[in-house]
Each structure stands twice: as structure tokens, then as C-alpha cells.
């Protein structure tokens, strides 16, 4: 099968001698699910426009972006599982807003979240991005909805699509080794002349 290309690291760092996987910036064809709390909706409900400006903004179909919600983000993990065991998606989009002031078990409700989102990210069957702000107040968290500091919706949404197309790539060429014929030792003549 022909090898991937050798280039250099889009983000422009030194020479490569090997191949090179990295993944594209293209959804298109591609479904992503994004998984949302409710919990401080209304900095949920800004990343949630982010991820899915971005998805659009990719080449992704409307119809192939599905919005999962569950109340708070200690169940995004449960929730993502669900939604990768359908096997429907090329990627999912975990969101929430953990707000320190809010809750005393703040550094509870982070950890769940991001050890679950995790574990099921490092399955590697499926790309998984983790958008679920951590923030001491909700000034930090509305900088990260889309005011000054970018919405890390959209930076998620765009984690997922370059995972996908980086996983996609790796699959199509494990399908393609296999298809390699194995190369086949001829067998030995069965009718060698006896020894007298
Ligand atoms: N869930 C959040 O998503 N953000 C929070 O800030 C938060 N606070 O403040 O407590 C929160 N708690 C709820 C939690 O995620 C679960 O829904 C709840 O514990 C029930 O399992």
C-alpha cells in the first residue's frame, strides 16, 4: 500500500524524516454528537453555539450533529458512553460549566468529569474532546463562552473533527495492510523422484 506522505507538522515545526499522521480540519461526511450539561445553561448554551458554529464552519451536515443533554457534568461521562456504544459517531463534543463559587465539591464534579471523559477518550475508539470549563468565577467562565478568551466549545468541536479524520486515516490504512495479499512460498514439488 502507498505510505503517507512525508511532511512537516502544520504547525510548522522541524523537518520529519518518516511519515507523518495528523489529522485535517475537514468533517465533512463525518457525525458528531455533542454532549452537554445543563447545569449554569447559560454558559453551557454559549459553548454549545460555539461547537456547533465550528462543526458547520468544518463541512459538517446539520443533520449530522446531534445534541445530547444530561443535568450536570458529573453525568457527561455516563451519557458520552452511552452515545459512543451506538456507534453512530465519528465524534463526540463533551461540554459543561464547573463553577468554583457555585459548589463546594467543585474539585469533585472536575475530576469525575475529566477522568471519565478521559478514560472513554483514551479508549481510542472513537474521538472524544473535553470542553467542560473549570473556572473560580463566573467572569472566567464567561470569557471562555465566547467573550475574550474564545469559546472552548468551538475549540473542542474542532479537537473532535481532527481527531476523527486522524483516526479515520489510521483505520483506512489498517484496512489496507490487511488487504495486502500475503506473499505465497510456492510449495514443493510432490513428485520428486524417489532415491534409489
Ligand atoms: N454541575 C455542573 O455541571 N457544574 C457545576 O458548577 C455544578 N455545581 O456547582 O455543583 C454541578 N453540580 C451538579 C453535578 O454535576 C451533578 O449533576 C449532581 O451532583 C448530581 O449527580
Known sequence: MSRPETKASSYGGAEHDGPVHEGGLSGNGRRFAIVAARFNDFIVEKL??????ALRRAGVGQEDIELF???GAMEIPGL????ADTSKFDGIIC????????????????????????ALAAEGKIAVAFGVLACDNIEQAVERAGAKAGNRGADAAMVAVEMA???????AEKKAEAAVPVSVVPAPPTDLPRRK
Do not use: M, N, Q, W
Open 48 to 53: 454549545i453555539d460555539g461547537a456547533r458554529a
Open 69 to 71: 443533554r444530561c443535568p
Open 80 to 83: 458520552a458512553r452511552k452515545v
Open 95 to 118: 461540554l459543561g460549566a464547573v463553577i468554583r463559587g457555585a459548589t463546594p465539591h467543585f474539585d469533585l464534579v472536575v475530576r469525575e468529569a475529566a477522568s471519565g471523559v478521559g
Open 165 to 171: 479524520d486522524l483516526y479515520a486515516h489510521i483505520e
